[in-house]
């Protein structure tokens, strides 16, 4: 899909205040959503708690492509199933091009399948409007820059919540700047920081309106080692805030010490949807998709064969017991 010149739904600066209104730019998906009002969410349904059946977010029979310039069709997604049920931590791995972005993308309404639903708490988002959508889910983009619209972080965290009249943004702003060690960087120009400071940035965006599920395209990449151990700890950290949450990344030590289900995507298929154990006990399934273990998993299983130590401190205690 080289052809296709433009962005594919991301957010592009200046365009909007709601950071993922803006992203509706989408390239050529054969379908554009107009509904893109997403980044920045709020609350769950209200009735959510009384229908726990119901699922989060899901997939039916969804099919979505893109169209290139010279008009060829290119199938991402062709009649794809997937449930995500409330209170999931979930990391979705597989190389690139298999479609992670693509299915964050549908989940906050940013593209919209050629045919299939996908729903939100068991109603469609094509029945949603922009505003439903957003109080309900929030996606943090790949490249942190793109939820940077205004002229001072402040200004980005604050946004979403003034132009929704939520009460005491003022002081939910504040919170959020604290909580993210952003208090002293306040009103910074967000695309001038540090990779750091925009990460934590990027995620104080993504959760000041409290939504109920919380999608992040690839938090840790392109990150040095301390930023990524800071970044990880408020990953854990931000567990007891959102309910439900979905990781795309390529960082298998994020996803031993912080999914509870791992779903392995390979040409816009789920090939593998499961436990650490499953996925990454299964040799032949890591070869088919190009997934690594974690080296400390590796390093385990060729000390013992049936070691299961996915994490250092698991290699630690495990092997201390033994
Ligand atoms: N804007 C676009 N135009 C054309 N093709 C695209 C566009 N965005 C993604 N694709 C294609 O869709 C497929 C899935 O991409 P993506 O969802 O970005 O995968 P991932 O996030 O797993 O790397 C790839 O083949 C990619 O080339
Ligand atoms: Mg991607």
């Known amino acids: 899909m080289t052809d296709t010149p433009a962005v594919d739904g991301e957010a592009s600066r200046g365009n909007t205040s709601d950071a993922a209104s803006s992203s509706a730019a989408p390239a050529e ?5 107009d509904a893109p009002d997403a980044l920045a969410s709020s609350a769950a349904p209200e009735d959510a708690s009384n229908m726990p059946s119901v699922p989060a977010v899901e997939f039916n029979d969804v099919t979505l492509g893109y169209r290139s310039v010279k008009g060829d069709r290119h199938v991402v997604l062709d009649h794809f199933d997937l449930s995500i049920n409330e209170g999931e931590k979930i990391a979705l791995i597989g190389s690139n091009g298999a479609g992670k972005s693509t299915i ?9 399948p050629a045919a299939g639903t996908v729903s939100l708490f068991g109603s469609p988002i094509g029945n949603k409007k922009a505003e439903e959508i957003s109080r309900q889910i929030s996606l943090v983009y790949q490249n942190p820059e793109e939820m940077f619209i205004k002229d001072s972080i402040e200004n980005d965290i604050s946004f979403a919540m003034r132009v929704r009249d939520v009460p005491q943004w003022e002081e939910k702003t504040a919170q959020l700047l604290e909580r993210f060690r952003l208090t002293d960087l306040r009103n910074r120009d967000g695309r001038l920081m540090s990779g750091g400071q925009m990460r934590r940035a990027s995620l104080a965006i993504g959760i000041a309106l409290n939504p109920s599920i919380l999608l992040l395209d ?7 080692i301390a930023t990524r151990r800071e970044i990880m700890a408020v990953l854990d950290d931000m567990k007891d805030i959102i309910k439900t949450a979905v990781i795309a990344t390529h960082d298998m030590q994020l996803v031993c010490q912080w999914a509870e289900r791992i779903i392995v995507l390979c040409g816009g298929k789920v090939v593998a949807d499961g436990t650490r154990e499953e ?3 299964d040799k032949r399934l890591a070869q088919l998709v190009g997934i690594r273990p974690p080296e400390i998993f590796t390093m385990a299983r060729a000390l013992d064969d049936d070691a299961r130590c996915f994490t250092v401190d698991e290699f630690v205690s495990g092997f201390k017991e033994a």
């Open 29 to 33: 998906p054969e379908s554009e959503s």
């Open 104 to 112: 964050m993308k549908l989940m906050v309404g940013l593209l919209k």
């Open 218 to 224: 690839e938090p840790t990449a392109n990150l040095d």
């Open 279 to 281: 996925v990454f006990g």
